[in-house]
């Protein structure tokens, strides 16, 4: 059983830059894929970018490339997404999740383990 937690969220100015944290306890990650979804208000829940256990591989969507960087650190059970460059359509809750497989996953309804979420808001 994983259980993850995120922080790092938070109120930012457009164009400013948050990291998220997804910390996990109860297992060793680096087994796990994971990744980063986002939910706004009156929409479902958009995948953001992914990363494979090894870090060998990383996805993005198309709307945040070039401005999101997914990373991970087996060591200290934890995934970060660096968010520069912010914009008001990214503000949503953003969660991470992990499945118990080496690879990418870009599929939510793969994921096992889901965090509860931290809310990011960029507004000026």
């Known amino acids: 059983q994983v259980q993850l937690v995120e922080s790092g969220g938070g109120l930012v100015q457009p164009g400013g830059s948050l990291r998220l944290s997804c910390a996990a306890s109860g297992s060793t990650l680096e087994h796990y894929a994971i990744g980063w979804f986002r939910q706004a208000p009156g929409k479902g829940r958009e995948g953001v970018s992914f990363?494979?256990?090894?870090?060998?591989?990383?996805h993005y969507v198309d709307s945040v490339k070039g401005r999101f960087t997914i990373s991970r650190d087996n060591a200290k059970n934890t995934v970060y997404l660096q968010m520069n460059g912010l914009k008001p359509e990214d503000t949503a809750v953003y969660y991470c999740a992990a499945d118990d497989f080496r690879g990418l996953v870009v599929d939510p309804g793969a994921y096992d383990y889901w965090g509860q979420g931290t809310q990011v808001t960029v507004s000026s």
């Open positions: 990363i494979s256990s090894s870090s060998d591989y990383t």
